[in-house]
């Protein structure tokens, strides 16, 4: 298994369709997130991004899909480069069929949104239909073809197309050298992916230095300085964050708690899962937990 499918597998991210219709009128989309990355994809007519991330708003047409990570510049997506209403009182949603454009819009919700994990990434991600390749065209068709549709469980199958599409995504920019460090900018490198990809499958697996160059074939000298110049951890200082990250997801599921993810990640007692919780996310798990429920 390569490494990237653990570690989205791992982390259990999934897309969450917040809207998928027709717009009219001078309509206004404001998605922003501290804590999601927000996608649209433009399954009819065309919209502009409003952003400083561009000198001039960004024109969205038929086929493009575009994705902001919580570090993303504040921005807005409206009906006319000219013109950016104050508001979304003049948005009129409709079917896909009425619309002058329609969107598929959704969020993934990340635990740890400021982790060197998805600050690598660009912060906007856009990618053109024809730049898309052919299987994340063919999946962007299927996707507008869904919506556009509405039939009986439209909304479910587009949710689980969007799942794929943002692996696609993670894939594109890895593959367009659009992430020159951190995690998957290490995974370009054969060893390094061999390393990531058995942390990534076997986190509680009693990982040593010396085991995983022997498994990947590296010295440990390389490895460590490889680890430190593209990730910013050693290695097994990577494979603690990597299990840390895994606990904030737990902890934001509605049925877990402190102790069950505690217990779930081996450690003796809630408090010394606690002090290292805290040693990395600069909070404790229960405070991580409640701010979680209230963002979400």
């Known amino acids: 298994m390569d490494a990237l499918t653990p570690l989205i597998n791992g982390l259990n991210l999934h897309a969450k369709l917040l809207y998928s219709g027709g717009v009219c009128g ?11 990355v927000w996608f649209h994809l433009v399954s009819k007519g065309q919209g502009f991004v ?20 919580p570090h993303a510049a504040r921005h807005f997506l409206s009906y006319s480069p000219e013109h950016l209403p104050d508001n979304d009182q003049n948005t009129r949603l409709t079917d896909w069929l009425d619309g002058e454009a329609a969107f598929v819009c959704g969020e993934i919700k990340l635990a740890a949104p400021k982790s060197l994990l998805w600050q ?10 024809d730049q898309a390749g052919d299987i994340l065209a063919k999946l962007i068709d299927l996707v507008i073809a869904e919506s556009s549709a509405q039939r009986f469980g439209s909304d479910s199958v587009v949710e689980r197309l969007c799942d794929s599409i943002f692996v696609l995504v993670i894939r594109y920019c890895i593959e367009a050298g659009l992430v020159r460090e951190g995690v998957f900018a290490a995974m370009q490198d054969k060893r ?67 102790e069950k993810v505690a217990e779930r990640c081996g450690y003796d007692s809630v408090p010394a899962f606690s002090k290292a919780f805290k040693r990395h996310f600069d909070q404790p798990p229960g405070a991580f937990r409640r701010n979680g429920d209230s963002s979400s």
């Open 26 to 36: 001078h309509w206004l989309m404001d998605h922003n997130s501290e804590t999601s």
């Open 50 to 69: 409003h952003s400083p991330r561009w000198l001039a708003p960004l024109a969205l047409n038929t086929g493009d899909l575009i994705l902001f990570l």
């Open 120 to 129: 690598a990434l660009p912060a906007e991600v856009v990618i053109r239909g």
């Open 192 to 258: 390094l992916a061999t390393v990531l990809g058995l942390i990534h499958q076997q986190p509680w697996y009693p990982w040593t230095l010396a085991e995983l160059c022997t498994r990947a074939g590296i010295a440990k000298t390389p490895l460590s300085d490889k680890f430190a110049e593209l990730i910013g951890y050693a290695p097994i200082e990577y494979l603690k964050a990597w299990r840390l990250q895994i606990a904030a997801h737990w902890l934001l599921e509605p049925d877990m708690t402190v």
